[in-house]
């Protein structure tokens, strides 16, 4: 597998693993691979009127794991 390659897969978020409030089809299910195989995920957003936490709780509600430290925003960027 490809992922095997890497320490870590940024993946963007609107668009890539979900649209508008849905998730992409099979984004679900291959997020769930990723993480069986222990490969390290960090969210992008370039959106900056969520916070970390508000970003996982959606991406969780559209059933795809994920913890406020793997988010990264464009408004966390900046700040950094």
Same mark, same amino acid.
């Given at each position: #597998?490809? %992922? +095997?390659?890497?320490?870590?897969?940024?993946? +963007?978020? +609107?668009? &890539?693993?979900?649209?508008?409030?849905?998730?992409?089809?099979?984004?679900?299910?291959? #997020?769930? *691979? =990723?993480?069986?195989?222990? &490969?390290?995920? &960090?969210?992008?957003?370039?959106?900056?009127?969520?916070?970390?936490?508000? &970003?996982?709780?959606? =991406?969780? %509600?559209?059933?795809? *794991?994920? +913890?406020?430290?793997? !988010? !990264?925003?464009?408004? =966390?960027?900046?700040? *950094?």
């Amino acid at each position: #597998m490809l %992922a +095997d390659r890497y320490g870590c897969i940024l993946f +963007d978020l +609107d668009g &890539v693993l979900y649209r508008g409030e849905d998730a992409v089809p099979q984004a679900p299910p291959t #997020m769930a *691979e =990723l993480r069986r195989r222990g &490969v390290r995920c &960090v969210f992008l957003t370039n959106n900056s009127s969520r916070t970390p936490r508000q &970003v996982a709780e959606k =991406l969780r %509600a559209i059933g795809i *794991e994920a +913890d406020p430290a793997e !988010v !990264v925003t464009s408004a =966390l960027a900046t700040a *950094e």
